[in-house]
């Protein structure tokens, strides 16, 4: 196993070269450069030219590519053009937001969905299923963006019971107890608004799994040796059932950095999705690059964890 | 057989649903960012109500902090320094506690108000800045000249890297040398006394009064930063953290893109702010305007005017409007830019815009004022010429502009040869030739669509074939990329200018400048363009006669056809007791006041 995940990590740098190279070139096929947008009358254009020719924009894209690649190579991934400041730094600190939003947004997801799933696949065809199944349709079906307006608008300002926008209040300092607290209370609602809607794919396989799983040959035995059914659940067929979960479990480990552009946008907060269209749209290059790159890395490494978690949840599978 | 017909029943429940979602997120996406309403439905509504200032009745409370909404769908970029910032909401957020040395009237001219005053020497290229004794910086040192030349010093130095450091600011005697490397001190900046400084122009225009011809109008605390290198400023906590300022409120806090928290600056030299402190927060426009309703907010910055439809009916706020410092216009590709000589080409003779009456007729063809009624509520309106109202000694309410007029355009292509030959309701060009136009403009809103197809309409009404570049509306990328390589597929194209505080039309319509995007220059109108910025325009009778030449000649000839002005709109709360956006009269910061605890929400 150990032979096979250190052979993954090494085909991963040919990946990524790849990756990088692609991405490296369409970036510089876009209309425009990050000094497109700062023109006005009262700029200078033999300036703008300056400062291109100083960022060595002018060169061509294979030039300036083995110059990105080499500070790449070295850790270094540049100055955001449109913040002014180190990528690296400026990605961390959107990645910790990010981080913490989602993993409070999958701990909600689980909590709603799993029980859902496991109650309307134990009780299904009875109302309560027809109603756990109505409900992850019509969660799935709503855009997004909706649903977080209406819970914005409906909780955080008729009901005022949680912040609008942002991620942190003003008046406490990072370090404290009341910062980490005002932190995680600034992350509810966003969060909440994830889970709501992203739920319906844990209780769609659950619920099937379940159903499945209660024709078995090994539940029938369970049963015939008199295991209650109580026990027949929770011991046998929730294990089983959750195997088609942890094969995502990896991609939802690494998916904590993706970050999601529209909840972002709707509740104010700084995170990795804004960031993302933010850099595109003003042609940030050094950033789109930096994040394609990161994002390239997670999904890699996302297929290799839910394969490693596969193989120690089901015995009956190696990696080989 | 129930189950089956469930389960199908679902599954098609869920492909609608999905269907449905999918359009649905369609749409958001060509929404993001600014959301829209639909201005058919109040045709005629107008913003004739639109104040320039607000007082509220009721006893103002002690102190209390002011809520701002900075209006905005991503994080600010936090660079708070006047040299270094790129961004217009960085520099909003820096107005709280600015360091201007200059204040200036309502058609942005320095006075001797501020904490500096100016006296201009044009004899000998030089001008004289002497600052008020006992002005103190936030922490509570006293503002030196050295802190008036710092700047000059940063933007020169060789590590800067903003816009800045440009032709106008290579103007100061000794700027170029320092930039270089090859002088010690900007040889044109002497430090006269304690409260003067003396600063020497290789040229000097009347721009110079409005902070031009690299005049800086802003102030740098040299004692705390005259020993960072200029490259680890843009790091430095004085820039991102805690800045000292001068203005009437000081840095507090700062959560790096999301909010700012002022504090009065006790120092202040006009005196200590009445209100405890303002506390800035970004807030994407989605929400705006449901939380200026529910009282969160006291005023609302960069409150996007199509959106004035969700808020005009609340009654716990009142709209301020003023014109903003920009103009719109349709522009005619009439040559090339030589970028080696630094020169505009005009080719007349070979341009398909080459005639001014085609131009013209193009003009008088487009229905701007329905446009600005339908789809902005007036909140926009046709504009007569490039000079925003603003500028009341240089705007001239006399000139006529293009107004609509259908016949007009008709008579002027009928008598100019375009006639329709081949019968397709299409005129054809003097020559007999099909003529198609090709327009170029960027995408925008949803309602952006709707007006360019109404444009096209309006053109097709008088027999002219214009068609869109690509064939659709272009990215703002993409959209100046191709103007400013003169596309040969760009006709003519719809583009805008923010002309800044400073008036003068020199740096787009200038035979030298690359942002005359029209590539339109004649002798004629260079002369003008010239004397609005020579020496002899210090006298201001003389630069308004000038101005009203340029304004005239753009008209005749149809160099551009000046499109809209548009407003900016200020919802406030009627917590707030005072509050005025006018330029002439704009509220002090540290006079503003409070009459309740909270914001007042509405019903």
Not at chain 1, 59 to 81: L, V
Not at chain 1, 269 to 295: C, E, H, K, N, W
Not at chain 2, 385 to 394: A, D, E, T
């Amino acid at each position: 196993m150990w032979k096979t995940i250190v052979r993954r990590f090494l085909i991963m740098i040919p990946q990524l070269f790849v990756l990088s190279l692609i991405i490296f070139m369409m970036a510089k096929f876009m209309p425009g450069d990050p000094f497109t947008g700062m023109i006005t009358p009262e700029t200078d254009p033999t300036r703008i030219e300056e400062l291109r020719e100083k960022h060595g924009l002018n060169d061509p894209w294979y030039e300036q590519y083995i110059r990105w690649i080499g500070n790449a190579a070295q850790g270094d991934f540049g100055m955001s053009y449109t913040f002014k400041r180190d990528v690296g730094a400026l990605i961390g600190e959107r990645a910790v937001n990010t981080f913490w939003l989602s993993l409070v947004s999958v701990i909600i997801l689980y909590a709603i969905a799993i029980p859902l799933g496991v109650l309307a696949g134990r009780y299904h065809n009875s109302w309560l299923d027809r109603l756990i199944i109505l409900y992850s349709f019509v969660s799935y079906a709503i855009p997004t963006f909706i649903l977080a307006l209406l819970f914005l608008f409906f909780f955080g300002y008729t009901l005022g019971w949680f912040p609008t926008s942002g991620s942190v209040d003003i008046k406490y300092d990072p370090g404290t107890f009341g910062y980490v607290m005002s932190k995680i209370y600034h992350m509810l609602l966003p969060a909440i608004t994830y889970a709501v809607l992203a739920t319906t794919t844990v209780i769609q396989y659950l619920r099937s799994e379940i159903i499945d799983a209660k024709t078995q040959d090994y539940v029938r035995t369970a049963r015939s040796k008199g295991i209650p059914m109580k026990k027949v659940y929770s011991r046998h067929i929730f294990r089983n059932s959750l195997l088609p979960i942890a094969a995502f479990l990896g991609f939802t480990i690494t998916g904590l950095l993706g970050g999601s552009i529209f909840i972002e946008t709707i509740f104010g907060y700084p995170g990795m999705g804004q960031l993302f269209i933010s850099s595109i749209t003003s042609r940030d290059y050094s950033v789109i690059t930096a994040l394609v790159m990161l994002y390239g890395f997670l999904a890699l490494l996302g297929s290799l964890l839910s394969d490693i978690i596969m193989s120690i949840v089901d015995p009956r599978i190696r990696i080989e | 057989m129930k189950n089956k017909s469930w389960s199908l029943m679902a599954m098609l429940l869920a492909v609608l649903l999905v269907l449905a979602a999918c359009s649905d997120s369609d749409d958001s996406t060509k929404e993001e960012g600014s959301s829209t309403p639909k201005g058919e439905e109040e045709a005629g509504s107008n913003d004739a109500s639109l104040s320039l200032s607000v007082e509220n009745e009721g006893d103002a409370v002690e102190g209390g902090v002011l809520q701002v909404a900075l209006v905005k769908d991503e994080p600010f970029q936090g660079i708070f320094s006047w040299e270094l910032y790129d961004d217009g909401y960085d520099s909003e957020l820096m107005d709280w506690a600015t360091n201007v040395i200059f204040e200036t009237d309502g058609e942005f001219r320095i006075t001797d108000e501020g904490i500096a005053s100016l006296e201009v020497d044009e004899e000998n290229l030089k001008a004289t800045v002497k600052i008020r004794e006992g002005v103190k910086w936030s922490d509570g040192e006293p503002l030196k000249i050295e802190d008036l030349i710092l700047p000059y010093e940063i933007i020169a130095d060789p590590d800067y890297e903003g816009v800045r450091y440009d032709g106008d600011f290579q103007n100061i005697v000794g700027a170029e040398e320092f930039h270089a490397g090859t002088a010690e001190t900007i040889s044109g900046l002497k430090k006269v006394d304690e409260t003067t400084l003396e600063i020497s122009f290789k040229k000097l225009s009347p721009a110079v009064f409005y902070g031009g011809d690299g005049l800086w109008s802003y102030a740098a605390p040299s004692h705390l930063m005259a020993d960072i290198p200029v490259a680890d400023l843009l790091a430095h906590d004085l820039v991102r953290k805690n800045p000292v300022t001068l203005g009437a409120f000081k840095f507090d806090k700062v959560v790096p893109g999301e909010s700012v928290q002022f504090v009065a600056n006790e120092h202040y030299w006009k005196g200590k702010p009445k209100l405890d402190g303002v506390l800035v927060k970004v807030v994407p426009p989605s929400s705006i305007s449901v939380a200026m309703k529910e009282g969160k907010y006291d005023l609302a910055q960069y409150f996007n005017a199509t959106q004035w439809q969700e808020i005009k009916d609340l009654d716990n706020i009142d709209i301020l409007g003023r014109q903003e410092l920009y103009y719109s216009y349709l522009s005619f590709k009439l040559g090339k830019y030589d970028t080696a000589n630094k020169t505009v080409v005009s080719d007349f003779e070979n341009s398909k815009m080459g005639d001014v009456e085609l131009r013209k007729a193009m003009g008088y063809a487009l229905n701007i004022e329905e446009v600005s009624e339908v789809y902005y509520n007036g909140l926009r309106e046709r504009a007569n010429s490039m000079i925003p109202p603003v500028f009341k000694s240089f705007f001239d309410d006399s000139l006529e502009g293009y107004t609509y007029d259908e016949a007009k355009a008709i008579e002027i292509l009928d008598a100019a040869g375009y006639k329709d030959v081949d019968g397709d309701g299409m005129r054809e060009d003097k020559n007999g030739q099909p003529l198609e136009i090709k327009l170029a403009a960027m995408s925008g809103d949803q309602t952006q669509e709707d007006i360019i197809s109404y444009y096209l309409q309006n053109w097709k009404d008088v027999g002219l074939n214009v068609v869109l570049t690509t064939g659709r509306l272009i990215d703002f990328n993409s959209f100046y990329d191709k103007v400013r390589a003169d596309d040969p597929e760009i006709d003519v194209f719809m583009g805008a200018w923010g002309t800044g505080t400073n008036p003068s039309p020199f740096a787009t319509y200038s035979g030298t400048s690359a942002n005359n995007l029209g590539r339109y220059t004649t002798e004629e109108l260079e002369t003008i363009l010239n004397n609005i910025d020579s020496p002899e325009a210090m006298d201001s009778a003389y630069r308004s006669e000038q101005f009203r030449a340029y304004q005239e000649y753009m008209e005749e000839n149809a160099v551009v056809i000046p499109m809209q002005f548009r407003y900016e709109l200020f919802p406030v709360n009627k917590r707030v007791k005072n509050y005025n956006v006018d330029y002439e009269t704009e509220t002090e910061l540290h006079e503003i006041e409070l009459v309740a605890e909270e914001p007042i929400a509405g019903n």
